[in-house]
């Protein structure tokens, strides 16, 4: 297990893959942790990239400290990670909220990325009230209150059926957030609006989705493509919202593509 002292906070990071690989990060969702990157490691790393993957602030083994978090604030987490193991620039990945930190990466920290992509994700996340009634679930009855609602959104009712060790495999993860730490970032989701600023990415991005996500709908993706001028976009069929893990090697095949071409 690797730490670093990043943006005044310990990051739990991980690298797999050749040492003069070509370096890809990886930036997991509200709620899971670096593990949620598992099903596409063994092809990354044989295909030439070293792969970067972390906890995010609030998440895993990283630190979890009170109160609200900013898309800002885990965009600066990333380049301090990056900084921290040596790497100039790096291709990047994030889904859902990680697709959030890619966003503001392409746009704070452009001269750091090389392409990027965003999956699953959103530029704006209405409604507040929602977010707010997330927040007084897991105060109140902390991440097992949280758990059977995120797997409905994360996985199409096909997979939970077929998929019953690994989705048991993801209820972990939701079950080791620490609650401040998922309330911080949700806190930072439900501010964050960035359709206002993201037109002005020029790194080339792939925006992908599950077309059955029901969070982070194919909508919402779309939104995303339309803005970012230099963006492709590809829907993951028979896929909700955590398409990566539900559909990994049509979500992979169309990562390598993206990022080979």
């Known amino acids: 297990m690797l730490h670093i002292e990043a943006n005044g906070i310990r990051l739990h990071y991980r690298i797999d893959g050749p040492e003069d690989g070509r370096p890809l990060l990886l930036s997991n969702s509200l709620a899971s942790n670096l593990h949620m990157w598992d099903p596409q490691i063994t092809d990354l790393t044989s295909a030439g990239f070293r792969v970067i993957r972390y906890d995010s602030r609030g998440h895993g083994q990283s630190d979890a400290p009170g109160g609200a978090y900013s898309i800002e604030?885990?965009?600066d987490d990333a380049v301090a990670l990056l900084d921290g193991i040596g790497i100039d620039?790096?291709?990047?990945?994030?889904?859902?909220?990680?697709?959030?930190?890619?966003q503001m990466l392409g746009v704070r920290?452009?001269?750091r990325v090389k392409k990027l992509i965003l999956a699953d994700t959103s530029a704006h996340m209405p409604t507040k009230e929602m977010w707010d009634g997330r927040v007084r679930t897991v105060e109140k009855g902390g991440m097992a209150a949280v758990v059977d609602a995120t797997i409905e959104r994360w996985f199409t009712p096909a997979s939970q059926l077929r998929l019953k060790q690994d989705i048991d495999t993801v209820r972990e993860m939701i079950f080791g957030t620490p609650p401040q730490g998922f309330i911080g970032c949700c806190r930072a989701i439900q501010a964050m609006d960035q359709r206002e600023t993201i037109g002005g990415i020029d790194t080339p991005?792939?925006?992908?989705?599950?077309?059955?996500?029901?969070?982070?709908?194919p909508e919402h993706a779309r939104?995303?493509?339309?803005?970012?001028?230099?963006?492709?976009?590809?829907?993951?069929p028979e896929a909700a919202h955590f398409s990566n893990y539900e559909q990994p090697?049509?979500?992979t095949k169309e990562m390598l593509k993206f990022l080979n071409t």
């Open 89 to 102: 620039t790096a291709d990047y990945c994030g889904l859902s909220k990680g697709g959030m930190v890619g």
């Open 73 to 75: 604030m885990l965009a």
């Open 109 to 111: 920290h452009r001269n």
């Open 249 to 251: 090697a049509a979500f």
């Open 223 to 236: 939104v995303i493509h339309g803005l970012i001028k230099r963006s492709l976009f590809v829907e993951i």
């Open 205 to 217: 991005t792939l925006v992908i989705v599950g077309a059955d996500d029901p969070a982070t709908t």
